[in-house]
């Protein structure tokens, strides 16, 4: 019974992500199929491809999705 009484959340615990500055920026994944992953970020979760690169040297791409505002997006291209 104790156990149930330390896990409850406290107001200060609950207050902190209201007042908390820091956000997060970046991640990066690898990913077995790019474009699927891509297609599932925009029309799943509604995020936007901001940039998409090919490196056939190296082997690899990158694609960079994020949640913007449309006029963020015209200065990011």
């Given at each position: ?48 491809l901001?940039?998409k ?25």
């Open positions: 019974m104790a156990e149930a009484e330390a896990a409850a959340p406290t107001a200060e615990l609950l207050e902190w992500p209201q007042k908390d500055k820091r956000r997060f920026l970046h991640a990066v994944y690898r990913v077995g199929d790019l474009d699927r992953t891509i297609k599932f970020y925009t029309e799943c979760l509604g995020m936007k901001l940039r690169r090919d490196i056939p040297e190296e082997k690899y791409s990158n694609a960079f999705l994020g949640l913007v505002q449309r006029s963020l997006i015209s200065l990011l291209s």
